[in-house]
Every structure is written in C-alpha cells, then in structure tokens.
C-alpha cells in the first residue's frame, strides 16, 4: 500500500508541475480536507479547506497572487496511509515583484487510492512578504 501511495503522490506532484489542475484535484476525493498552515490574513492559500470547490479556489487563488520561479519535491516517504514529501519553492508576487523560497513539508493521507487529507508547512512569514503583507 505504501509504494502505491508514493506512486499516487509523485503523479500528483508531476501533473501539477505541467499546470494540469483537473488531474491533480481528480485525486482526491470529494470531500478532501485541505490545509495549509497559517493565517489566510496573509497570504490567500494559508488556512483550512474542505471539500474539492474549495480546494480548486485555493489553486486559482494562489496562482493569481504568485508565479513558482522552482518547485522541487526532493523527498517522498510512506508510513501506513500518510505519505510525507520534502520540497523546496521558489516564488515572486504578482503585484510586488517580491522574491522569496523556501523548504516545505507536504504531509498526504490517502483512502482507497484517493488523497483525503493534505496538510502544508512553510515558512508563512515569507509568503506574507512576496505578497507584501
């Protein structure tokens, strides 16, 4: 079960390095709860979500504020249904011009094939900045 959910989790990361929004969110199942941690005050894509609605305002919310100047999962591990991925982003505001990067943690459960819960952490007061809070 564990390969299998590296697998689902590196495919969902590979789509959404080729911009395929509708692959990504067709991963998850319906009801998916959706966080990345820290206060939706500063940045747009900070905060809790439920539901795939949701999750699709969080990508279109996000990619109206940022450009993604690097984005690299540089490690990927399975515990029973969680999969743990290491990254590293790079980003520039929109409106700011704003450069900021960061490590990141992206923390996935996954249920009968599908991702139901996927948690974020980074470093919230640079996404603050690049976005000129």
Do not use: C
């Not at 697998?7 to 969902?12: I, T």
């Not at 940022?66 to 984005?71: G, P, S, T």
């Not at 999962?73 to 960061?102: C, N, P, W």
């Amino acid at each position: 079960m564990s390969d299998a959910n590296v697998e689902l989790v590196k495919r969902v990361y590979d789509a959404y390095g080729r911009g395929e929004i509708p692959v990504v969110m067709g991963s998850m199942t319906h009801d998916i709860a959706w966080e990345t941690v820290g206060r939706p005050s500063d940045f747009v894509g900070l905060g809790p979500r439920k539901g795939l609605e949701k999750v699709g305002e969080f990508f279109s919310a996000v990619a109206s504020v940022i450009d993604y100047d690097e984005f690299n999962v540089q490690e990927v591990y399975a515990i029973d249904d969680k999969v743990f991925a290491l990254g590293h982003y790079a980003m520039t505001g929109k409106t700011t011009g704003r450069k900021m990067d960061s490590d990141w943690i992206h923390i996935f459960t996954i249920r009968d094939g599908k991702i139901t819960a996927f948690r974020e952490f980074t470093d919230t007061a640079q996404v603050a900045y690049v976005v000129g809070k």
